[in-house]
C-alpha cells in the first residue's frame, strides 16, 4: 500500500473515499464539521437520524454526499469523546482500513490523526496509522490454490494533517512507519512460511539477499567453521536434523566505523520439536514460530536501513531444526560452549538458551555497545504474561528502562523481569558448570540467567517473546512483534524520536 501526506479540508479531496469520525451522542469530529458544512448538513442529518450513532467500531458508508468532490464518505465510530488510549487510536485506524478495503475504494483519504491520543503527538499518530494499516491489510496466502482476493483493494491512503506547520514532521513519521510496517511484513511473511521451506539454508539465502537490495555486509558461518570456532553448544542443538546449521552475521553501517555497534541476536529453530525430549503433538505445527526471534531481527535491520539511522548494527542469527535421531544430544550429555564453559544438558527442548550462549560469546569479537537478544524462548513466558507483553530481562537497569520506554512508545509492550543471583542457585550441576534447565519453576528467569553467564563482557538484554511472537486460533499467525519495540529504541539511539 502506498501512503502520502496532505494537508487541506476534506471536503476537498479528490479520492474513491473521504474517511471521518463520529463520537457518540451526535458529535462531530473536526474533519466530520467540515465535511457537514460542505454538505448543508446532510452528515449532521443522519447523524441525528440514529443511521449512525457513534459507537466504538461502528462504520456508516455514504455515496454521493453533497457539496464534496470524492465518490464515498466513510463514517467511523469512535465512542464517547475523550483523549483516546493506544489501543483505542489504533482500534478506530483498523477498523477504518479494514471497511475501506471492503468497499472497492482504490484510493482514500483519511481524517483520523486528527484525534487526541494521551501523550501523543501527531508524529505518533501517523507512525502508528501507517504500522496499524498495513497489519489490517496483511496476508498470507502464497500456498493456496484460490486465494481470498479482494475485489479491489485499496492501494493508496492519504493521511490528512490538520496544520501545515506540521507536514515535515508528519512526512518524517511517515517514513518512519513505513519502515517499521516493512520490517513487520518481512517478519510474519518469515515466521508463517513452513518449515519445509523455511529451514536454515533459506533463512541465510533470505539474508543474503536482503544484503544485495539493501547494500549491507552479509557472512554465512557453516558447521565446519563453527566447529573451528568451538561452538559445541550450538552444534548440540544441529546433531539430530539433516539441515545444515548456520550462523548468519549480518551488518548495517550508517555511522562512523569506530563508533561501536549495536548487536540484535535472533533465535533461529526453524522447526522446533524437542528433540529426544519430545513436545506433545498437540500444536507442534506452530513450532515454526520458534525462528520469530531470527525473524524479528531481520525486520529490524530492514526497518533501520530503510530509515537511514546513523548507528552500526550486527544482527547475528544461529539456524538450525531441533530434532530427533541417531545422533542427536541426548539428555545428560555434556557439551562445552564457545566461551570454554561447560553444560549439562538435561532437557534438549531447552535448545534456545544453547544456540543463543555460543552467538553471544560470539559478539564480543565486535566489541558492541549494546547486544540485545530476541527468542521464543519459555512457554513458561506465555503462562506468565500471555500474549499481551514480552519479558523483559538486562544486566543493566538503564539498559531495561530504554527498552520499556520504547515498547511503550511502539504499544509493543514488555515486562522487566528480575535476574537475581538467587535464581542462579537453579543451573547447579554436579557434573558440569551448569546445566541447561533450571527445572519447573521461575522458567524465563532460569533461561535468562543462563544467558547471562555469556552477557558478561558488554550491556545485555533478553527479550523472550514465546507469547507475543504470534497468535493461535482464528487469527493463527506471526505478528511481526517485537519489530516495532527494537525499532523505536533504535530511533531513540539516533536520536530521531
Known amino acids: 500500500m502506498e501512503f502520502s501526506i496532505k494537508s487541506g479540508s476534506p471536503e476537498k479531496q479528490r479520492s474513491a473515499c473521504v474517511v471521518v469520525g463520529i463520537f457518540e451522542l451526535r458529535k462531530l469530529t473536526l474533519a466530520a464539521e467540515l465535511l457537514d458544512k460542505a454538505a448543508g448538513g446532510a452528515i449532521g442529518d443522519i447523524v441525528r437520524r440514529g443511521d449512525m450513532d457513534g459507537k466504538s467500531g461502528t462504520t456508516l458508508l455514504l455515496h454521493n ?8 464518505v466513510l463514517l467511523v465510530g469512535l465512542g464517547k469523546e475523550r483523549d483516546f488510549r493506544e489501543k483505542e487510536f489504533a482500534q478506530a485506524i483498523r477498523t477504518a482500513v ?20 494521551k501523550k501523543r503527538n501527531i508524529a505518533w499518530r501517523i507512525r502508528q496509522t501507517v504500522i496499524v494499516a498495513r497489519d489490517a491489510t496483511y496476508r498470507f496466502e502464497q500456498f493456496k490454490s484460490k486465494k481470498n482476493e479482494v475485489r479491489r483493494p485499496l492501494r493508496k491512503l492519504t493521511l490528512g494533517v490538520e496544520r501545515r506547520n506540521e507536514l515535515a514532521l508528519a512526512e518524517q513519521a511517515l517514513t518512519q512507519g513505513s519502515a517499521i510496517a516493512e520490517g513487520m511484513a518481512l517478519a510474519k511473511d518469515l515466521g508463517n512460511l513452513p518449515p519445509n521451506v523455511c529451514n536454515p539454508t533459506y533463512l541465510a539465502s533470505r539474508a543474503q539477499t536482503l544484503a544485495d537490495e539493501l547494500g549491507l555486509h552479509c557472512e554465512i558461518l557453516e558447521r565446519a567453521d563453527m566447529e573451528k570456532l568451538g561452538m559445541n553448544a550450538l552444534l548440540s542443538v544441529a546433531n539430530g536434523t539433516h539441515q545444515p546449521p548456520k550462523l548468519i552475521v549480518l551488518g548495517y553501517q550508517g555511522a562512523r566505523s569506530n563508533e561501536k555497534p549495536l548487536v540484535l541476536v535472533g533465535k533461529g529453530i526453524t522447526f522446533d520439536s524437542g528433540g529426544v525430549s519430545l513436545k506433545p503433538a498437540a500444536d507442534m505445527d506452530e513450532m515454526k514460530y520458534d525462528m520469530c526471534g531470527a525473524a ?6 530492514v526497518a533501520a536501513a530503510l530509515m537511514k539511522l546513523p548507528l552500526n548494527l550486527k544482527v547475528l542469527i544461529p539456524a538450525t531444526e531441533n530434532m530427533p535421531g541417531g545422533n542427536a544430544t541426548r539428555p545428560g550429555d555434556i557439551v562445552a560452549s564457545l566461551s570454554g564453559q561447560t553444560i549439562e544438558i538435561l532437557n534438549t527442548d531447552a535448545e534456545g538458551r544453547l544456540i543463543l ?6 559478539a564480543e569479537r565486535f566489541d558492541p555497545d549494546t547486544v540485545i537478544d530476541v527468542a521464543t524462548l519459555t512457554g513458561a513466558c506465555v503462562v506468565a504474561l500471555g ?7 538486562a544486566n543493566k537497569d538503564s539498559l531495561a528502562r530504554d527498552l520499556l520506554e520504547a515498547g511503550d512508545e511502539a504499544h509493543d509492550r514488555a515486562w522487566h523481569l528480575p535476574l537475581w543471583d538467587d535464581y542462579q542457585e537453579l543451573l547447579k550441576s554436579p557434573f558440569a558448570d551448569m ?8 522458567g524465563p528467569v532460569t533461561a535468562a540467567c543462563f544467558l547471562s553467564r555469556f552477557a558478561k563482557k558488554f550491556d545485555w538484554a533478553h527479550l523472550d517473546i514465546a507469547g507475543t511472537a504470534w497468535k493461535s486460533g482464528a487469527d493463527k499467525g506471526a505478528t511481526g512483534r517485537p519489530v516495532p519495540l527494537l525499532a523505536h529504541y533504535l530511533l531513540q539511539r539516533a536520536g530521531h524520536n
Open 357 to 362: 550462549c555460543d552467538t553471544l560469546s560470539y
Open 435 to 442: 546445566t541447561n534447565s533450571g527445572g519447573r519453576w521461575a
Open 296 to 301: 524479528s531481527v531481520l525486520g529490524t535491520l
Open 387 to 393: 500474549g499481551v507483553a514480552s519479558g523483559l530481562f
Open 98 to 117: 479494514k471497511t475501506l478495503n471492503e468497499t472497492g475504494a482504490f484510493d482514500a483519504s483519511i481524517f483520523l490523526t486528527e484525534l487526541a491520543v
Open 65 to 72: 454526499v453533497p457539496g464534496t468532490l470524492c465518490d464515498r
